[in-house]
């Protein structure tokens, strides 16, 4: 039931953002300055000829790291990569295979 309603939340509100950026550019689009629609038309441009994965990949690394900074919150992608350090470092002692810092050189 919680994927059911991830899955309406994050298409409510993706459909709610396109339809808010949607209707700046048009309003941009239409106005007096010829940077903003110089602005506007390059951003359609790049997006409409840019396939959907490519946008996605291209974002996909980190892509709430910059977010949650920005927020003052950590960075979830380094909470999980301490996490899996500590998961792997907790089997590595349970077979008794750990060795301090100074052994590894």
């Given at each position: 039931m919680a994927g059911l309603r991830m899955t309406l939340l994050l298409g409510i509100s993706t459909i709610l953002a396109s339809l808010v950026i949607g209707a700046v550019?048009?309003?941009?689009?239409?106005?007096?300055?010829?940077?903003l629609r110089a602005l506007v038309n390059g951003f359609v441009v790049v997006f409409r000829n840019t396939p959907p994965?490519?946008?996605?990949?291209s974002r996909r690394p980190r892509p709430y790291g910059a977010l949650a900074r920005a927020l003052?919150?950590?960075?979830?992608?380094a909470?999980?990569?301490?996490?899996?350090?500590?998961?792997?470092?907790?089997?590595?002692?349970?077979?008794?295979?750990?060795?301090?810092?100074?052994?590894?050189a």
């Open positions: 550019g048009a309003l941009l689009q239409s106005g007096p300055s010829r940077v994965l490519v946008q996605i990949l003052g919150r950590p960075d979830p992608a909470a999980r990569d301490e996490l899996a350090r500590d998961a792997a470092n907790t089997v590595l002692a349970e077979k008794g295979e750990v060795f301090a810092p100074e052994d590894d």
